[in-house]
């Protein structure tokens, strides 16, 4: 059974920065996309960045919403099945509900996941 964990959701003033982690327990794959998504109270939900890696030898294709490029960074460690979402120049409008997905995967779109965590909050205030 696959169990998905956040953590490292906090309160910080705009222009902080926040690490958050994922543990993706009893998920296995040789093709995966782990992917960051947000959604703020009266929003729809929104693909914050994923990440695809393969035991083929691709490993650490990155996507990012536009909304975050240049200040969010994803990547994972696939020893620990977690992955991390290094959060810089945060703004009032990061703050969202944080979740984790993963999914096994056929290519590097990382357009379907499987597997959600409970979510882990940021809330950015200026």
């Known amino acids: 059974q696959v169990q998905m964990a956040e953590s490292g959701g906090d309160s910080v003033q705009a222009g902080g920065s926040l690490r958050l982690s994922c543990i993706a327990s009893?998920?296995?794959?040789?093709?995966?996309?782990m992917g960051w998504f947000r959604q703020a109270p009266g929003k729809e939900r929104e693909r914050v960045a994923s990440?695809?890696?393969?035991?083929?030898?691709?490993?650490?294709?990155?996507r990012y919403a536009d909304s975050v490029k240049g200040r969010f960074t994803i990547s994972q460690d696939n020893a620990r099945n977690t992955a991390y979402l290094q959060m810089n120049s945060l703004k009032p409008e990061d703050t969202a509900m944080y979740y984790c997905?993963?999914?096994?995967?056929?290519?590097?779109?990382?357009?379907?996941?499987?597997?959600w965590g409970q979510g882990t909050q940021v809330t950015v205030s200026s």
């Open positions: 990440i695809y890696w393969s035991v083929y030898g691709v490993g650490g294709i990155t």
């Open positions: 009893g998920f296995t794959a040789t093709r995966k996309c």
């Open positions: 997905a993963a999914a096994r995967a056929d290519n590097s779109n990382c357009l379907d996941f499987t597997y």
